[in-house]
T-cell receptor, first 112, second 113 residues
Framework: AQSVTQPDIHITVSEGASLELRCNYSYGATPYLFWYVQSPGQGLQLLLKYFSGDTLVQGIKGFEAEFKRSQSSFNLRKPSVHWSDAAEYFCAVHTGFQKLVFGTGTRLLVSP | EADIYQTPRYLVIGTGKKITLECSQTMGHDKMYWYQQDPGMELHLIHYSYGVNSTEKGDLSSESTVSRIRTEHFPLTLESARPSHTSQYLC????????????FGEGSRLTVL
């Protein structure tokens, strides 16, 4: 069955430091992969997506993610974190049955 | 900017009450979804719709029901709420040809006492 694993429940990063959030997926075919962000009290917003082609994809708010087929990973990165990036981040895989399978999320805390 | 609205944002009710969570979108999207979100858990799809008069159950079994009489409207109903229904419910929509790009509402947080 398709699944997404986000091994880090919480991550704390100092403002201005770099960030990497981990995501591993299990899917038999070529995956469509996504990162969504949920700010407190808000719904989810799409950050970026990978369908095919270049394995390094750029998203909104300065985020990027790299697809590594050999590691079944799609890690999210940002070179310099801002306090407004504090939120919950969800990795997701599209299963091909018109559905998204989400991970359990990683809560990012940004310290001054 | 996505235009998808959920009401109420917060609801506290007693056991046995009937409730309807409203979801409306103004983007003309054919597909709509309801997800259930609990802390520390992945989002679970409970209902989805491909268009008017189309409704399907999702991966997580739910006692709720949905209807899709108009393209823009996808309400979720619980005939008799129980404490186990306490959760956050997220509505989302997408274009018919979309492969995972969903637009989410802000959610409805339901507490059943």
């Amino acid at each position: 069955a398709q699944s997404v694993t986000q091994p880090d429940i919480h991550i704390t990063v100092s403002e201005g430091a770099s960030l990497e959030l981990r995501c591993n997926y299990s899917y038999g075919a070529t995956p469509y992969l996504f990162w969504y962000v949920q700010s407190p009290g808000q719904g989810l917003q799409l950050l970026l997506k990978y369908f095919s082609g270049d394995t390094l994809v750029q998203g909104i708010k300065g985020f990027e993610a790299e697809f590594k087929r050999s590691q079944s990973s799609f890690n999210l990165r940002k070179p310099s974190v801002h306090w407004s990036d504090a939120a919950e981040y969800f990795c997701a895989v599209h299963t091909g049955f018109q559905k998204l399978v989400f991970g359990t999320g990683t809560r990012l805390l940004v310290s001054p | 900017e996505a235009d998808i609205y959920q009401t109420p944002r917060y609801l506290v009710i007693g056991t046995g009450k009937k409730i309807t969570l409203e979801c409306s979108q103004t983007m003309g999207h054919d597909k709509m979804y309801w997800y259930q979100q609990d802390p520390g858990m992945e989002l679970h799809l409970i209902h989805y719709s491909y268009g008017v008069n189309s409704t399907e159950k999702g991966d997580l079994s739910s006692e709720s029901t949905v209807s899709r009489i108009r393209t823009e409207h996808f309400p979720l109903t619980l005939e008799s709420a129980r404490p186990s229904h306490t959760s956050q419910y997220l509505c989302a929509s997408s274009e018919f040809a979309s492969t995972g790009e969903l637009f989410f509402g802000e959610g409805s947080r339901l507490t059943v006492l």
